[in-house]
């Protein structure tokens, strides 16, 4: 197993990092405590793209590069414009009335959402599911049962969805049908004692997986084997991988759970990486 050193912190006062994506090489993230989502340069230069007074609010992109975002308190999804306009994409509301959390869009311009279950922190847990949300903006559920869906990725074949149970302690895949619905579920990799949190797919067909109690990131391969860990002295929320050569690896951390900080703690840090991003996002 490799452990990742030489880490970098690229950018530092965040309130709190989440759902990077690796997009027009820039790292792209929300940060849900100021309600912005925030374009990271490579060198660590960075502007906010656009406000959205939402929570959570996690994003990616339609393969004509339009933002997505979702915006868990109204229960929709929404699109930005060429001009900046942000516009409803797609009512999420009459699927289920909970926080709606992350997403992942296939290069058909299919968008997968999915909810946990359940008011978080406070609730009862409760089943989470997915959603398919077509380009057109119809909504239909495709998968259940799920133990607090988090992040979710799809393989660079456009074949299989897997998706991180953070309550769960698993990875769980599905194949993706013809017409954008989810099969075949099976476990990817059980990670023992993790709660595996944002994911992100390398051109080797491994999983990177964040997990806030145990402050790291893991690469996994299909089965559980662990090829690799970067380990961080926060909370480690999600991860995205840079494409081409030179891959690298970008987390957003922060301390979680403890005693109220009285400033920003979030992070986002960059390791130099074994194998390049793949696959959506």
Known sequence: MTVLRDMTVLMEGIA???SPRWHDGRLWFSDWGAHQVIALDPDGGHEVVVSVPSFPMCIDFLPDGRLLVVDSPRRRLL????????????????????????LVVD???????????FDFPGGEPAPGS????????????????????NGMAITADGATL????????????????PDGGLGNRRV?????????????????????YADVANRHCVR????????????????????????????????VGQEYGGPQATEPTGQVVVFPAPAPGAGRP
Request: proline residues 5%; aromatic residues 8%; glycine residues 14%.
């Open 162 to 177: 897997v998706v991180a149970e953070s309550h769960g302690n698993r990875l769980t895949a599905y194949d993706i049908g």
């Open 220 to 251: 996994v391969r299909e089965g559980g084997e662990v090829l690799a860990t970067a380990e961080l002295d926060r909370g480690a929320f999600a991860c995205a991988l840079s494409r081409g050569d030179q891959p690298q690896l970008y987390v």
């Open 130 to 149: 997915i959603v398919l949300v077509t380009p057109g903006g119809s909504v239909r559920l495709v998968a259940g049962d799920l133990a607090f869906p």
């Open 79 to 102: 699109r930005r414009e060429a001009d900046g306009s942000m516009v409803t994409h797609a009512d999420l509301a009459p699927i289920s009335e909970k926080p709606w959390n992350d």
């Open 188 to 208: 990817w990799a059980d990670t023992g004692d993790d709660h595996p949190d944002g994911i992100c797919v390398d051109a080797e067909g491994a999983i990177w």
């Open 16 to 18: 709190f990092g989440e």
């Open 107 to 117: 290069t058909g311009g299919n968008a997968y959402v999915n909810t946990i279950g």
